[in-house]
């Protein structure tokens, strides 16, 4: 049984471009959230998909952005990249009866 | 909002050594409290869970918390610490199961051999 997967590992991109970064949820789990992690720091919330739907969003401005297929994996978009948004990016996918599992992240790095 | 601090950022260890990691959350209602583990180089990991009941619970690796309801504490504690424990250990807090997580800044541990 497969637990969360994210590809890609790692990403190198230049300020001003766009990245699409995608997980794979645990077999059985329907919910998918995303977090960013900064170097030194807890992870933050991004946002969660459930039933292909935003269900919440954390702090982050519109230039994140997600979508949930569905087979419920999903993708995060971030679009005009900042070297802020260099970081290790986190999916964790949940069910209603089962806690966050979490992905071994993409590392982004923004030159 | 949800808030997590935890007390220290760093802490130094030689093995056989006792542990105990704060954690204090801040929110008004009732909490799952989790404690994650990232060793390094890999993903995070569950080490323990509170959703109710007995408030002192036990999870893989010897570890073990206490929830103390009246000092919105969750503290990790582990009586004799290994160098393989030598890792980041994060706590976390959200108000129903699937719902989103607020996470401490984690507390990187280092154990001497």
């Known amino acids: 049984d497969a637990g969360v997967t994210q590809s890609p590992t790692h990403l190198i991109k230049t300020r001003g471009q766009q990245v699409t970064l995608r997980c794979s949820p645990k077999s059985g789990h329907d919910t998918v959230s995303w977090y960013q992690q900064a170097l030194g720091q807890g992870p933050q919330f991004i946002f969660q998909y459930y039933e292909e739907e935003e269900r919440q969003r954390g702090n982050f401005p519109d230039r994140f952005s997600g979508h949930q297929f569905p087979n419920y994996s999903s993708e995060l978009n971030v679009n005009a990249l900042l070297l802020g948004d260099s970081a290790l990016y986190l999916c964790a996918s949940s069910s209603p009866w089962d806690e966050q599992y979490f992905g071994p992240g993409t590392r982004l790095t923004v030159t | 909002a949800q808030s997590v601090s935890q007390h220290n950022h760093h802490v130094i260890l030689s093995e056989a050594a006792s542990l105990e990691l704060g954690c204090n959350y801040s929110?008004?209602?009732?909490?799952?409290l989790f404690w994650y583990v990232q060793y390094p180089g890999q993903h995070l990991q569950l080490l323990l869970k509170y959703f109710s009941g007995d408030p002192l619970v036990k999870g893989i690796k010897g570890f073990e918390a206490e929830f103390i309801k009246s000092k919105f504490s969750f503290n990790l504690r582990k009586p004799s610490v290994q160098w393989s424990d030598t890792a980041e250990y994060f706590c976390?807090?959200?108000?129903?199961?699937?719902?989103?997580?607020?996470f401490g800044k984690g507390t990187m541990l280092l154990v001497s051999p």
């Open positions: 976390a807090v959200n108000a129903q199961r699937y719902s989103t997580l607020t």
């Open positions: 929110y008004g209602g009732t909490v799952n």
